[in-house]
């Protein structure tokens, strides 16, 4: 991965640092795979309903994931535990481990906005800021404090995000004047102008018409060269298109198989993600 901000670190609230401690082999058995997140016996809760049952997942560093399964079955809810997101839902309860770098997310001294800069998140409605492309963009930087080179920053991701292009002339124009599909790639350009490390996307494509979706899954494959992605999709061809892992999420909140794509679409251990794949239900 190509970032400035030192991998493999997460500041907590007490400035501690935590440094990677997994790595698995490949299929192949030839290379380790370094692992970003480790979700460990994750259970979620709202209220007295469970969401999420004693999930076990490791997703590699550097790969597109996709979270895929029926309505409901519990994908968002899993990506919003990754970034805490779940602590805003009052009635949220999570119980287990959520590893990033090694690190449990849910330990005491992890401060939530700190976690929040090293793994940004891309809703499924675009949702710029009232403001120019230019401070959309530099928004986290600011709150960060980080003013210096700020045009060069934000150029930078904009460029990231294929945008660039499009809006160089415009960058004083208002953020909600852009299309539907150049308001997404605004605000994937906003989720990684501070440098995270993992970029979390829910179903990113889905308000968007075919051409704009087009151009986010070519998007999505490029920054998983700098970024460890995961995606939720409803869409299963888009997660074959796009992903390197799948996971199969069931009614019930069960994780039923995580493998590589190729493999959960061509021949799936499960009866059950057959059954799904092949359109038998969900
Ligand atoms: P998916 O993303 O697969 O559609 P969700 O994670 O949104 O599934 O939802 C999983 C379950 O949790 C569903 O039964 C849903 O109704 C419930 N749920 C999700 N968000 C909330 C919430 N904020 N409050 C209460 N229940 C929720």
Redesign the pocket.
């Given at each position: 991965m190509g970032l400035d901000a030192p991998t493999g670190s997460l500041q907590t609230t007490d400035e501690t640092v935590a440094e990677p401690e997994s790595t698995t082999e490949t299929r192949a058995g030839t290379e380790p795979e370094s692992i970003a997140l480790e979700a460990r016996d994750l259970d979620?809760y709202?209220?007295d309903?469970q969401?999420?049952q004693s999930i076990d997942m490791e997703i590699p560093e550097g790969e597109v994931t996709a979270?895929i399964?029926?309505?409901?079955?519990?994908?968002?809810?899993?990506?919003?535990c990754i970034n805490r997101m779940?602590d805003l839902?009052d009635?949220?309860r999570v119980d287990g481990d959520l590893h990033f770098n090694g690190k449990n997310v849910y330990d005491d001294d992890v401060d939530p906005v700190a976690l929040r800069r090293k793994i940004g998140m891309v809703f499924q409605k675009p949702n710029p800021f009232p403001k120019s492309i230019r401070d959309n963009v530099a928004f986290g930087l600011r709150v960060q404090g980080r003013d210096e080179n700020v045009d060069a920053k934000v150029e930078q991701a904009l460029e990231r995000a294929a945008l660039l292009e499009e809006v160089e002339d415009q960058l004083d124009s208002s953020g909600l004047d852009l299309s539907g599909g150049q308001q997404q790639r605004l605000c994937i350009a906003r989720a990684i102008a501070p440098d995270p490390e993992v970029l979390l996307m829910?179903e990113p494509a889905s308000a968007l018409d075919p051409i704009a979706t087009a151009k986010i899954e070519e998007l999505i494959e490029e920054l998983s060269e700098e970024y460890t992605v995961v995606v939720?999709t409803?869409n299963m061809q888009q997660a074959a298109r796009i992903s390197d892992k799948t996971a199969v999420?069931l009614t019930g909140?069960e994780l039923v198989e995580f493998d590589d794509t190729e493999k959960i679409f061509e021949n799936p251990e499960h009866d059950r993600v057959e059954d799904y794949i092949t359109g038998k239900f969900g």
């Open positions: 979620v709202y209220g309903d969401a999420l979270l399964g029926p309505s409901g079955c519990g994908k968002s809810t899993f990506l919003r779940n839902i009635i949220a829910d939720v409803h999420f909140g």
